[in-house]
């Protein structure tokens, strides 16, 4: 067998993974990756502007497609700026492989010139990560990385290459499969427990069946419909988890948690049955521990053991995909022979209920034709793109609050947000790594004028790549979302969360090349909107909105989920 | 509760740095720990001690098998398990402090394995409870140094066919 340096069998183990794009920045550690890159011509390269971008772009492209993104990077400074990018992807469990280049061997520990243990920095924020010392180990790990990155709970992983092993030489063999003897996640879940949960089922008189972004990950919204729509649960769906369920469905409730729906925290507190999958009991849905859902029972399914019994006490806990278990429970219910009309019938009461909440207290905002209100702003957006097949990616703050209540997402894959770490910055360069996927579906991020501040360098690579990515910036002029907490909890005081200087948002997209819009009355905002989506390149829509407008409703923190705050 | 968790975990480089890791950042405590090969070499033996309620437990172990390295995760302290710890003591043991020492040593069935005109260093093996109850019986004569294990266990046969 002929022998290959590392940085070829890097690339062609790149291949056999089917990676078509890489997101990068180079550097001196990886000069020679990135030569036999260049030379071999077969994988599309996106150059970033900072390598947080480059790791968001692989995320956006991963959640957007399931496949797993993939970064390249430098030693030292390189390999930092990829943490928090590393970190969003490890919280919100996405799938990437992130190669840094690290100085030889030899010099490792010596405090080299761009020299960083990135292994070290990583290894709480990646799902695995690895030290390749030796050209022999590359291919296999390699394969393991891309093995365990996209297996049971997907998440990232990291390999560090010292840049003698790129040029070493070794026997390239890819092995096709590969087997762990440490590692074996749980996907088949256990009948009995199935039975367990179908009876809890039968015996529940308020049933809600609660969901996160396992139920995406895991491509089982099909089944969650099939089970939903059979016993006539009504759904409620965590940040990560809209789009699972179709949020114009009759039977959904929208999201629950601090910035939920009223209907749905009424839902939580007042159901004798949560039915759980692929969600895990975050702090921002329960609210105060021990006053939340007091009367349920749970069931739990999740591929992560880990997730179970960990914030609240599971009666029926199902470890295993959430797919292959939903497809069980779903023959379970169906083989049952209590019938669909049994189903509606039984939770008429519950539903009467429910509606009463939903009707109480819908999303709703004070309208206003004196000032663009920015829900109105999503509400406009959706109407006029609901029909395209979008995805739609969020930064931080009230921007991503108001799409999760405004904007309905009725399938899996159309929303991309960075739930678990809340990481500013995440929409732009996401948005750019899903429309790489997609070239040819509309691709919005909606943005704060704070957020969009923290990325913004990365209009350059969407103009370098013609990526007709748009933007929404709705700008109040604040950090809105921590204005509103000091609205709300202290006194008003504004500390750091008023922008004295905000840029000519306008100004900045032409100075890229790409075009830029802005409406400050409400009568511009629809043919704002227009020509923007209409617009086939990097396109910056301003919105100057009700600058102190808050989200509502709002469970404050450590408060129970019922004492929710309403407009 | 205490609990004494055995671990298999491959011997790789920052297998050890992955398991201390997690303790650290998710706010849970190692009493004691010990590393040391096994038949195997390519796994590495890895004794825990730590503390917590049912719950904080059942999390400890479900995380430690969620590490990509680790094998094998056993709660020993579930059932019947023999735990041991080792002590090497060097006490003063002058004139006539140098024949109580060696008594000491005697009750306890402790090995005298280094003497110096000055000191004995005295090695003492078994559970906690013992090493504890030399160290304090010995303390009056003047420790002058101690060097000790962390706890190794291991779970009981069944007495029974
Ligand atoms: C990197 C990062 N830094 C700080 C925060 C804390 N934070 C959460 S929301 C928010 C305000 C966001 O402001 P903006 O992007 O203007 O959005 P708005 O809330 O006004 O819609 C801040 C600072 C964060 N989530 N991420």
Known sequence: ?567 | MKHTLSVLVENCPGALSRITGLFSGRGFNIESLCVAPTLDPTLSHLTLVTRGDEFIIEQIIKQLNRLVDVYKVIDVSEGEFVEREMALIKVRAEDETRAEVLRMCDIFRCKVVDVSPKTYTVEVTGPESKLKAVIELLKPLGIKEISRTGTIAIVREKKTI
Not at chain 1, 50 to 57: L, P, S, Y
Not at chain 1, 81 to 110: C, E, K
Not at chain 1, 358 to 375: C, G, L, M, T
């Open chain 1, 1 to 567: 067998m002929a022998k290959l340096p590392g940085k070829k069998i890097i690339v062609e183990a790149l291949k056999r993974e089917g990676v078509d794009v890489i997101f990068g920045f180079p550097g001196g550690a990886v000069i020679d990756i990135y030569d036999t890159l260049e030379q071999d011509g077969s994988i599309k390269h996106v150059l970033v502007r900072h390598e947080q971008g480059a790791t968001h772009a692989a995320d956006g492209y991963a959640r957007a497609t399931g496949k797993v993104g993939v970064c390249l990077v430098t030693s030292g400074p390189g390999a930092t700026n990829t943490v928090t990018g590393i970190a969003t992807a490890y919280m919100d469990s996405v799938p990437m492989v992130v190669f840094t280049g690290q100085v030889p061997t030899a010099l490792i520990g010596n405090d080299a010139f761009q020299e960083v243990d990135i292994v070290g920095i990583t290894r709480p924020c990646t799902k695995h990560n690895y030290l390749v010392k030796d050209v022999k180990d590359l291919a296999r790990v390699i394969k393991e990385a891309f093995y365990i990155a996209k297996s049971g709970r997907p998440g990232p992983v990291l390999i560090d290459i010292p840049k003698d092993v790129q040029n070493a030489k070794a026997e390239f063999d890819y092995p096709d499969t590969i087997k762990l003897r440490s590692y074996n996640p749980v996907v088949a879940p256990h009948n009995k427990q199935i039975e367990r949960a179908y009876r809890l089922i039968e015996k529940s008189r308020r049933p809600v069946i609660y969901t996160g972004g396992g139920v995406v990950i895991s491509d089982a919204h099909n089944e969650l419909r099939a089970l939903a729509e059979y016993i006539n649960a009504p759904v409620t769906m965590t940040l990560m988890g809209l789009g699972a369920f179709p949020g114009t469905h009759e039977q959904s409730l929208g999201m629950l948690g601090m910035h939920g729906s009223y209907c749905s925290n009424m839902a939580m507190a007042n159901t004798d049955l949560i039915i759980a999958i692929g969600a895990r009991f975050d702090d921002r849905v329960t609210g105060k521990i021990e006053a939340f859902a007091p009367m349920a029972k749970i069931i739990h399914i999740d591929v992560d053991p880990t997730s179970i019994q960990k914030n609240v006490r599971v009666d029926v806990p199902i470890v295993g995909d959430c797919r292959e278990a939903l497809k069980k429970l779903v023959k379970v219910v169906k083989g049952s022979g209590l019938s669909p009309e049994f189903w509606q019938e039984k939770y008429a009461l519950w539903w009467e209920q429910i509606h009463a909440w939903e009707k109480r207290h819908p999303f709703a905002y004070k309208k206003d034709n004196s000032v663009i209100k920015p829900q109105y702003v999503i509400e406009k957006l959706y109407e006029m793109t609901r029909d395209k097949n979008p995805v739609i990616t969020t930064e931080v703050g009230q921007n991503q609050m108001w799409t999760a209540q405004f904007y309905k997402f009725d399938t899996p894959r159309t929303l991309i947000t960075s739930g678990g770490l809340g990481t500013m910055g995440y929409g732009f360069p996401a948005a750019i790594g899903v429309q790489m996927a997609f070239p040819d579906r509309l691709v919005v991020d909606v943005a704060g004028d704070g957020s969009i501040q923290m990325n913004i360098q990365e209009m350059a690579t969407a103009m370098e790549q013609r990526l007709p990515v748009k933007i929404v910036i709705l700008n109040n002029q604040f950090l809105g979302m921590v204005r509103q907490w000091q609205e709300l909890f202290y006194d008003r005081r504004y500390a750091a969360t008023s922008f004295q200087l905000t840029p000519d948002f306008v100004k900045i997209a032409e100075a890229y090349g790409a075009k830029g819009l802005r409406a400050t009355k409400v009568e511009e905002v629809e043919s704002v909107l227009k020509e923007g989506l209409e617009s086939d390149v990097l396109t910056v829509m301003e919105f100057a909105i009700a600058k102190e407008e808050g989200v509502f409703p709002m469970v404050p923190a450590g408060k129970a989920t019922t004492e929710m705050l309403l407009v």
